[in-house]
Structures are given as C-alpha cells and as structure tokens.
C-alpha cells in the first residue's frame, strides 16, 4: 500500500508561530491529498512460543504510522520537512528479536506504572505491595515484563475522516506484584490532520495504582541521523522533581528558574546539558519529571514544543496529565542499531512521556494514581506535527 503525503504549508503565518513556543504545527487542511485509508495488518513475525506479532499501518493527513501488537510498540513514525521530504522520527528496531532483548523501551505502550516506583513497594489501604524490581532495587515502567512485553488484541477502525487502532490487555491480579485485574484499553488515532492521538483507559476490581505512558523516542531530523542537541525545547513547567542517585524523586518539587532545567522560554537542549549540575550528574543528562503549571485538566492542553530548525519539523503535545518526563537517550550506548543501520549513541533520540509523577504512590503531596472499582482511568495526549 503507497501512503501518500499531506501538503506542507510553510510560513509563520500559516504555522500559527508563537514565539514562545519556538514553532507551530502546520497540518494538511484535510483534502484529498491527506493520504487517509483503512489500517493495514501484515505478519512481522513470532515469539519463541510462536505467537504471531503483527504490524499495522496507519496513514492520515500526512502522518505515517507503523505499530506492533507486541507492546503497542510505535515501530515508525513517519512526518515531512519543510520541503515534503518524509523521515522516520522514532527510535526503533527493524525485527522483533531486537525488541523482545531490547531494554530501552522504544515506542511501547508502558504500564502498569509509567517510571520508577522506589524499591518496587507501596502501601495502599493499609497493605503493602511488592513489585518486580527491574532497575537497580527499583520497579521501572511496570517491572520486568511490563506491557511492553504484552502481546495486545488489536482491532483497526475507521471513524468519519479518522483512522486508528483500539488495542486491549487485561492484566490479572497480582501480575508483576500490582492488586486486582486490570483491564486495559489504549487507543491510537490518526486524525483528518495528521495529529495522533492517545486515549487511555482502565478499569480494575481491586484497589491498584495506575499510570499509563507512551515511550516513543523522537529524533525530528531523522533516526539514526545524530544527537538531538540542537532540537530546541520548550515545556510550561516552573517546577520539576529532583532524584536521589537512584532517579527516585526526593519529593520537592524544585523551582527550574535559574537551573538548567528551565525549559520555559525555549531553548537548545545542548545547551545546557553539560553543565555540571548536581541533577544531570546524576542521570547523565535530563532524565526527570517536569511539573506542568497547569496541573491535572479535564483535557489536553498544549504543554510541549519540539523543533529541529534543520529540517523544520515541529512536534507540539497536549496532554490532560500533570507530568512529562523528558528523558535525553542518556543510556544509549553504541550497541543498539535502528532501521536505517545506524547505531544509536548518547542524545540521538528523547523521550517526552507524559504522566503522573514518578513513585506518587510513596509520596502523598503528589497527585494520587490510585484507581478504584467503579472508577474508570481515562487520559489523553495528541501529538501535533509540522513545520
């Protein structure tokens, strides 16, 4: 199947440019040309049980789409630059072998608990709870086989001018340490104007802690293709939270004016980024939770601009969550190859998760995660491409 391109409008004034938020999106007006259709399903290939994983290709308004079953995985996101020329911008492996060793999350759906709950335990209605510890004596993204290592039931839909998948996981009672079953739904949407869109959803019979993510790691000039120093960023947090030397929040919540993690007025992410600051020390680059000033909203606000002035290319995020963590590809070492055959190094991709805090269940001045029966946890995000 040929995914055909959605027209580029270039110009400020047609991008809608705010300068504050160092570009803005410029969609396909929603013609002819955005290049909409129905999902494609083909064989990517089997586990060692021989279980099936399947890829599926979305395209609409001008932006590509490549997800796996297995872990709800982004495998490719394709945009265009200034001039119409299309790239791949996400992270990724090219067989499925990679992902099942792989360690980095790439583009996968995480759950139960997106980022790091300290020693792997909380205490919830009087009970403690031991998790999978995966990250040194912490639980990270949900433990050891998470839902990124989760073969999804997927079914493909087309909704008036939108395209996208629903994909379904019901994780049982006591997976990976975590009270009651928990029934899981994650949407991905394609839209007449190439945004896509993330709907999360999850009901449990048992008092639990929830905190759904997407890890898709960005390179808006192309995987493979370097660092992302020079990728100008801006995000509306005054305030991030601080780690001991194992990334676990101390609890403060720390102001970013005077620091090098004000990212307010938009800036290089290179920058920064070697300044010997106590926090980057410690992770190596950015790897920390950034409190966004407008807090838990009832939808998605705009609280994320990416640019790469290279190629043009601009990523905006709205999002209803509290959080984004804004991770650097400070761990990439060398050793990983993308799609394109290119090794992957520190800074060649960042990771812009949007979420609750990490360990909120341990620290009561965060904003609660907890999910009860009758209630239904619901967040979205909407991605925003351009130029």
Not at 213 to 218: L, Q, S, V
Request: glycine share 14%.
């Amino acid at each position: 199947m040929e995914l055909s391109r959605r027209t580029v409008i270039a110009g400020a004034a047609a991008a809608g440019v705010a300068a504050a938020t160092l570009g803005g999106t410029a969609n396909a007006a929603g013609n002819g040309n955005s290049g909409s259709g129905k999902p494609v399903k083909e064989l990517f290939g089997r586990l060692a049980d021989g279980t099936k994983v399947y890829r599926w290709s979305l395209a609409n308004g001008g932006t590509r789409l490549k997800v796996l079953s297995y872990g709800g995985i982004v495998q490719s996101l394709e945009i265009p630059d200034r001039n119409g020329r299309y790239v791949n911008v996400s992270l990724g492996y090219d067989n499925l072998e990679a992902y099942v060793k792989g360690t980095t999350f790439f583009g996968a759906t995480i759950g139960r608990y997106g980022n790091r709950i300290a020693k792997g335990r909380f205490t919830l209605d009087g009970q403690t709870y031991q998790l999978s510890v995966n990250d040194g004596e912490n639980s990270l993204h949900g433990g050891a086989q998470g839902f990124n290592t989760k073969v999804w039931d997927i079914e493909p839909f087309t909704s008036g001018s939108d395209v996208g998948l629903r994909m379904y996981y019901t994780s049982v009672d006591g997976e990976m340490g975590y009270p009651g079953t928990l029934r899981a739904k994650v949407t991905y949407t394609l839209t007449r104007q190439g945004d896509w869109r993330i709907d999360y959803e999850a009901t449990t019979d048992k008092a639990t802690v929830v905190n759904l993510t997407n890890h898709t790691y960005y390179n808006l000039a192309g995987e493979g293709s370097g660092t992302i120093y020079d990728h100008e960023l801006w995000l509306a947090a005054g305030r991030y939270t601080p780690t001991d030397s194992g990334l676990i929040p101390t609890g403060e919540l720390a102001r970013v004016a005077g620091t090098p993690f004000d990212f307010t007025r938009g800036k290089p992410i290179g920058r920064d980024i070697r300044v010997g600051h106590p926090q980057l020390v410690t992770a190596k680059g950015f790897d920390h939770n950034f409190v966004l000033d407008k807090g838990v909203t009832a939808a998605p606000v705009h609280v994320v601009t990416l640019r790469d002035p290279e190629s043009g290319r601009t990523l905006k995020i709205s999002t209803d969550q509290p959080g984004v963590q804004f991770y650097s590809g400070n761990f990439l070492d060398g050793t990983l190859v993308g799609p394109a055959g290119h090794t992957y190094r520190q800074g060649d991709g960042l990771a812009l998760e949007t979420q609750h805090f990490p360990d909120s269940p341990n620290h009561v001045g965060f904003p609660s995660t907890v999910l009860r029966p009758g209630q239904t946890y619901r967040s979205t995000t909407v991605h925003s491409f351009g130029v």
